[in-house]
């Protein structure tokens, strides 16, 4: 899904003026943008309000801004009123959470991103061939409460390497595969399957793992900028699960400091002194815009040039829902 690095940023900075890095891929991703226009275009279709379940992505800007344009966001189907349009968020809902929908006789738009439900149907496909599925995943993150719901009683959850030890005993002659949430830390992961080997021979791993190309792509871009930038700054909210990761990639990747921050007034001048480079770098749900802002407000700082640095293009686009495309039929009724 993505190319060869290319990278277009100097290392060096031979005029002593202080410099941005702007890590690229960043900010939106095909399954946000895609959810992001289903909530804009079901607001045009049906009027508002149209209720959203959940942030329909993590960013608060994005929230706050459909949130004006007539969305209502919500913590659960009881809180919308029966037959209302009801969107599902980009990160995936469980069967029960159709089924409660149904129940009130919502009209249901799914949002969830395809590459999200690439994972519900290899949960639903491997639990009916007789497997327990190793979920690596957040506690309480929405994506993983949807994906664990395709099949509860053989889908166990580990949060991180701690989490291993909270597995049930399985035994030998058991079917036993991983799978992963989307967002996760691709390193981080992989150090958790390789341990997970050690300890179940039995393991199988997934035909492809699950961590999804936005993700991938947003890390390998800010490993190249935090090798060349002092602090790296990420621009996303704290319940976003792959912009908290950049950070930690960041650190990682051997940057001093990595802040991750909603908006641009949020960074401390403190976090400047004696930097002469900054990466910027935002997570899949957040717009452009508000880097631009970072960008901007880093020059009363005495930052001036910003130079792209692009390890892969991303060409993903996913259409919109069946019923909110343009050309669909079902439009008119
Ligand atoms: Fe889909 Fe990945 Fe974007 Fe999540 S981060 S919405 S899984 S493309």
């Given amino acids: 899904m993505s190319t060869p690095a290319i990278s277009t940023a100097t290392t060096t900075d031979a ?50 801004t459909l949130a004006k344009a007539g969305a209502i966001f919500v913590d659960d189907t009881d809180e919308v009123p029966p037959n209302a349009h009801l969107v599902f968020s980009a990160h995936g809902v469980s069967p029960a959470v159709h089924a409660a929908a149904a129940e009130r006789n919502h009209d249901t738009i799914d949002a969830t991103c395809p590459l999200v439900t690439k ?8 639990a009916k061939s007789g497997y327990h599925i190793i979920l690596i995943g957040h506690e309480g ?3 993983v409460e949807g994906t664990a ?4 009683d053989v889908v166990h959850l580990v949060d991180g390497l701690e989490g291993i030890n909270t597995l049930p005993e399985f035994l030998h002659e058991e079917k036993l595969i991983w799978l992963s949430q989307t967002t996760l830390s691709v390193d981080e992961t992989m150090e958790i399957v390789d ?21 991938q792509n947003r ?53 400047l002194e004696g930097v002469n480079t900054v990466g ?11 880097v631009q802002h970072v960008v901007e407000h880093l020059a009363q700082f005495g930052f001036g040039d910003a130079e792209e640095v692009t390890t892969a293009q991303e060409k993903i686009v996913f259409s919109l829902p069946r019923v909110l495309r343009p050309s669909d039929r079902t439009q008119k009724r």
């Fill in 15 to 64: 005029t002593g003026t202080k410099k941005i890095l702007l890590a690229s891929p960043r900010g939106y991703c095909a399954g946000v943008d895609r959810a992001v226009e289903t909530v804009e275009r079901a607001l045009e279709k049906y009027g508002a309000p149209v209720y959203v379940r959940k942030e329909i992505v993590h960013n608060k800007y994005v929230v706050d």
């Fill in 119 to 126: 994972v519900h149907n290899e949960v639903k496909r491997f």
């Fill in 141 to 143: 993150h929405e994506e």
């Fill in 149 to 152: 719901g395709e099949a509860p």
């Fill in 195 to 215: 341990k997970l080997h050690e300890v179940y021979d039995n393991l199988e791993n997934p035909p492809s793992d699950d961590i999804c190309y936005a993700t």
């Fill in 219 to 271: 890390q390998v871009a800010v490993k190249k900028v935090a090798e060349q930038a002092e602090l790296i700054i990420v621009v996303g909210s704290q319940n976003s699960s792959n912009s908290k990761r950049l950070v930690e990639v960041a650190l990682d990747a051997g940057a001093a400091h990595s802040y991750l921050v909603d908006y641009a007034h949020q960074i401390d001048p403190a976090w």
């Fill in 280 to 290: 910027i770098t935002s997570g899949a749900s957040v717009p452009e815009i508000l």
